[in-house]
Every structure is written in structure tokens, then in C-alpha cells.
């Protein structure tokens, strides 16, 4: 298993939100390049806590395409019902455990442009949650685009322009980290040697 090159480890405060993605892949196929892409731009967006991709592995493309991205840290939800809403489901009950559950997620980025979130996502900006959604072209329904806004809408073609300059970015945000560390920990060091000196 590879890493993927723009993973990044601890991040600015600046950039501290935490981020869940929820990829519903029966109803959206990424390409490699096209998940590694979302998944800069969830973490240019915040702290990548939650990545779950929803597939039945009964479904030889769905399967594959699941193992493609599996180095990218996403988490496979198999959902082998023949049920046409069991994905909307899964996803739905998963999303709402996750907006219950510490650290309380401030971005969440669905994959998916089914009219069956509608419902959900409208709950969800209405307790201030910002909703970012990537579709196919053709297949979003107009609903959750006016629920979200166009700025908070797009397809997913459109990943690589809104990426683009992001890798400067994330490398930025983990020098910060770095520097943040060793500043602590120098900090950590001055407190530790005046206590040393008070107690002598």
C-alpha cells in the first residue's frame, strides 16, 4: 500500500475544523486521481477525521474502484442490499452518528448529488454545518444546489482547477505544524529549567 503523496500529518489551528467525507460510489465514480484530489481539498478545508466510501463489493467496478483508493485512508462500507435507497440509508445513519459523536464535524463533503440527502442536508446547514457536495454533471438534482449554494457546489470534473495550488498550501500548513511543535516544545524546556531554578 503507497502513501499518498499530499497525505499530511497535524495542522495549523488556522485549519483545525474537523472534516468528514461521505462518498456514495453507486452513485458517483471518482478516478484515482479524482479521489486523491478530494481528499487535498477536504484537507485544505480542515482536519480529515472521517472518510467513508459506500460500495457493494458484489459489484466488480465498485469493488475495484474501492481498492484503488483504499492507501487514501477512506474507510469501505459494503452495502450488499439489492434495496435501490440501502447506500442513502447506510450513509444517512452514519452521517447523523457522526455529527453526535466528539470531535463534532464542522465540514462535511458528500459525494453524492441524489435528491434523497435533501432532507438531511437541510437539517444540517440549518444547525450550522457547512455542506460542500461534489456530483456528475447531469445528475445533481437542483435541490441540494439551492440547499448548499453554488459555492458550496461542485462537479466533480471540476476538482483538479480547484485544486490546483493546493500542494504548496498543505506542505505550508505542515511547516507551520512543524515549527508550532518545536516552538512548544522550546517553550516546554524554559518552563521546566525556571521551575528547576524556583525549587532549588
Known amino acids: 500500500m503507497r502513501n499518498h503523496p499530499s497525505a499530511i500529518g497535524k495542522q495549523t489551528k488556522q485549519s483545525q475544523a474537523p472534516v468528514h467525507i ?7 465514480h471518482l478516478t484515482q486521481k479524482q479521489a486523491e484530489l478530494l481528499v487535498d481539498f477536504a484537507k485544505s478545508k480542515g482536519r480529515l477525521d ?3 466510501i459506500y460500495y457493494n463489493s458484489q459489484n466488480k467496478n ?3 474502484a474501492k481498492n484503488n483508493v483504499e492507501y487514501l485512508g477512506g474507510q469501505g462500507v459494503d452495502v450488499r442490499s439489492k434495496d435501490k435507497n440501502s447506500v442513502d440509508k447506510e450513509l444517512t445513519f452514519d452521517w447523523i452518528q457522526g ?3 466528539k470531535p463534532y464535524p464542522e465540514i462535511i463533503i458528500l459525494v453524492s448529488g441524489d435528491r434523497d440527502f435533501a432532507p438531511l442536508i437541510s437539517l444540517m446547514v440549518a444547525v450550522g454545518k457547512t455542506i460542500i457536495v461534489f456530483a456528475r ?4 438534482s ?6 448548499v449554494g453554488e459555492d458550496n457546489f461542485h462537479y466533480v470534473d ?3 482547477s480547484l485544486c490546483a495550488g493546493l500542494k504548496p498550501q498543505l506542505k505550508n500548513q505542515k511547516q ?3 515549527e508550532a511543535d518545536k516552538l512548544s516544545a522550546g517553550s516546554n524546556t524554559v518552563r521546566q529549567g525556571m521551575n528547576s531554578l524556583s525549587n532549588s
Not at 454533471?137 to 445533481?140: G, L, N
Not at 437542483?142 to 440547499?147: F, G, P, R
Request: aromatic residues 10%.
Open 137 to 140: 454533471r447531469k445528475s445533481a
Open 99 to 101: 455529527v453526535v459523536i
Open 158 to 160: 471540476e476538482l483538479s
Open 142 to 147: 437542483k435541490k441540494v444546489i439551492n440547499l
Open 22 to 28: 461521505y462518498w456514495d460510489l453507486q452513485n458517483v
Open 50 to 52: 472521517c472518510f467513508k
Open 176 to 178: 507551520l505544524s512543524i
Open 62 to 64: 465498485q469493488l475495484l
